[in-house]
Structure formats: structure tokens, C-alpha cells
């Protein structure tokens, strides 16, 4: 019998035994991030579902925008620590940009405006389907201009746009 790759939706799915809270240590994936986010070691650092963090992106109206960054300390908020992991999130919103494509293609719409998330910084996600320049089509849908090429892509004045959880 052969191995089914998990679809994009499927790997949405939250899993059991999740939110965790965990002591940060300087070995931890996205220690340097939390740490410039504020976070120092010893702190409680909260692991989430991935619907957390679709839950906030859902929240994010037209025109307006948010950041990893923002996502992640406003988990953390919710959950009363430090921080909230950024490596994990940031697969969850990556991954959740894969799953509307995937739906998309079938025609169902799972009403995830992505494109709205942006890296820390302002910066176009290379990791959602079709890359920066996909990205960039759809912030320009929403009058957004951006700025530089490639990875270095960023939308223009992306902090005057920020959405307030």
C-alpha cells in the first residue's frame, strides 16, 4: 500500500494536546525571533493549532494588513505569556495560504485572506503559492504598492496599514 501525501486543508487540522506552553531556551528553533520580539530565556513561550492563527488572518479586512509579528504577540496575549512561537505559526500561515489555493482549484472558498499576512518587516511571503509575484498581484488588488524585487519585496508604508487585533 502506498503512501497518501496529507492536502494542504488536512494539514490545517489542529492537533491534540495543543495549545502548549513551554519554558524558552536558548536551543529553540525560533529563539533569536522571539528574542527580538522581546522574549528572553525562561520565558513561557505558548505552541498553537493552526486555527489560532487562521482565526486572526480571517480577521483582517480589505485594505488592511498584519504580520507575523502581530499574530504571534497577540496569541501570545490571549494566552497570558511572553510569546508564541513564530517558526510554527509561520508554517500555519503558510500553510493555510496553500490550502485556499488547493481549495480554490475546487472550486471552494475558504474565505483566508493571506495575502493580507506579511513576513515580519512588511515583507511579501516567498513561501505562498506563486511566490512574491503572486503575493504582490493580489496586494495590488487591494491598492497596496510594493516596493523592491524578489525576496526583498515589501509592501510601501505597510506599517500605516496595520490591522489592530
Known amino acids: 500500500m502506498?503512501?497518501?501525501?496529507?492536502?494542504?486543508?488536512?494539514?490545517?487540522?489542529?492537533?491534540?494536546?495543543?495549545?502548549?506552553?513551554?519554558?524558552?531556551?536558548?536551543?529553540?528553533?525560533?529563539?533569536r525571533t522571539l528574542h527580538k520580539?522581546?522574549?528572553?530565556?525562561?520565558?513561557?513561550?505558548?505552541?498553537?493549532?493552526p486555527s489560532e492563527v487562521v482565526e486572526l488572518m480571517k480577521l483582517v479586512p480589505e485594505g488592511m494588513l498584519t504580520t507575523l509579528a502581530d499574530i504571534v504577540k497577540e496569541i501570545a496575549k490571549r494566552h497570558g505569556v511572553r510569546?508564541?512561537?513564530?517558526?510554527?505559526?509561520?508554517?500555519?500561515?503558510?500553510?493555510?495560504?496553500?490550502a485556499v489555493e488547493?481549495?480554490?482549484?475546487?472550486?471552494?472558498?475558504?474565505?483566508i485572506p493571506y495575502w493580507r499576512t506579511l513576513k515580519i518587516g512588511g515583507?511579501?511571503?516567498?513561501?505562498?503559492?506563486?511566490?512574491?509575484?503572486?503575493?504582490?498581484r493580489l496586494l495590488r488588488r487591494e491598492s497596496h504598492a510594493i516596493i523592491g524585487k524578489g525576496r526583498g519585496s515589501r509592501v510601501a508604508n505597510w506599517e500605516d496599514r496595520l490591522f489592530s487585533f
Open 2 to 31: 502506498g503512501y497518501c501525501r496529507k492536502t494542504w486543508e488536512e494539514k490545517l487540522v489542529d492537533k491534540q494536546g495543543y495549545p502548549k506552553v513551554l519554558r524558552l531556551e536558548e536551543g529553540f528553533p525560533c529563539y
Open 37 to 49: 520580539l522581546g522574549a528572553e530565556a525562561g520565558d513561557d513561550v505558548v505552541l498553537v493549532n
Open 83 to 98: 510569546a508564541c512561537c513564530t517558526l510554527t505559526s509561520g508554517i500555519f500561515v503558510m500553510t493555510a495560504a496553500n
Open 102 to 111: 488547493e481549495a480554490t482549484k475546487r472550486g471552494v472558498d475558504l474565505n
Open 123 to 136: 515583507y511579501l511571503n516567498d513561501k505562498y503559492p506563486g511566490g512574491v509575484e503572486s503575493h504582490g
